[in-house]
């Protein structure tokens, strides 16, 4: 599978995930979901979108802004797989 297939196969993956009362769960979810290039490159983007560095500023406002900028720069998501992903780190930050 090549990058951009992989890409395609996360946000297609972040996209079906549903259970908003349980963000603890998406990154399983995602995980359960994917395989290989897909999921190597999910654990990236997860690894990035966790940084500390994004969210050490006491803002969840301003780590979103971060690392929504982030993500969509550096794995060329779209702005709604970034924010959903976002979502499910911002329950790991409160």
Not at 70 to 83: N, Q, S, V, Y
Request: with cysteine; aromatic share 14%.
């Amino acid at each position: 599978m090549n990058h951009k297939s992989a890409l395609k196969k996360i946000e297609e993956t972040v996209l079906t995930f549903q259970t908003w009362h349980m963000p603890w769960k998406f990154e399983s979810y995602i995980s359960h979901h994917l395989e290989n290039d897909a999921l190597t490159l999910f654990k990236n983007i997860w690894k990035v979108a966790a940084d500390y560095k994004n969210w050490s500023k006491y803002d969840l406002c301003l780590g979103e802004e971060i690392t929504l900028n982030l993500l969509k720069e550096r794995f060329d998501l779209t702005e709604i797989a970034c924010k959903q992903i976002i979502k499910a780190v911002v329950y790991e930050w409160r």
